[in-house]
């Protein structure tokens, strides 16, 4: 079993910033990607960003260089640094991992968190 802890939500003004951490713990062999998607009120979970092991991000087309996603391969950590947020960047932020775990026969598997709210707001 695999477990991911986000930390890092909360309210912040318009303009401003947030950094949102992640941390994969359990039986893990490989982690290929890991990343972020966001859900908000009424709307469908889409993609935020995602890097692999080796360092290739992804970008939801919304992110307009506003974010920047890193990762410690060392720690199973996943970070996501937010500027320039907007109202509209308000939803629940969930981490997600494509875990090989130490059993590398069970096959690649999805793993969540548990999400962490991020608001934008006046």
């Known amino acids: 079993q695999v477990h991911l802890v986000e930390s890092g939500g909360g309210l912040v003004h318009p303009g401003g910033s947030l950094r949102l951490s992640c941390v994969a713990s359990?039986?893990?062999?490989?982690?290929?990607?890991m990343g972020w998607y966001r859900q908000a009120s009424g709307k469908q979970r889409e993609l935020v960003a995602d890097?692999?092991?080796?360092?290739?991000?992804n970008y939801g087309d919304f992110v307009k260089d506003r974010f920047t996603i890193s990762r410690d391969n060392d720690k199973n950590t996943v970070y996501l640094e937010m500027n320039s947020l907007k109202p509209e960047d308000t939803a629940v932020y969930y981490c997600?991992?494509?875990?090989?775990?130490?059993?590398?026969?069970?096959?690649?598997?999805?793993?969540w968190g548990q999400g962490t709210q991020v608001t934008v707001s006046s």
């Open positions: 359990g039986s893990i062999f490989s982690i290929n990607p």
């Open positions: 997600n991992a494509q875990v090989l775990p130490l059993e590398t026969m069970l096959g690649w598997r999805t793993y």
């Open positions: 890097i692999t092991s080796g360092g290739t991000r």
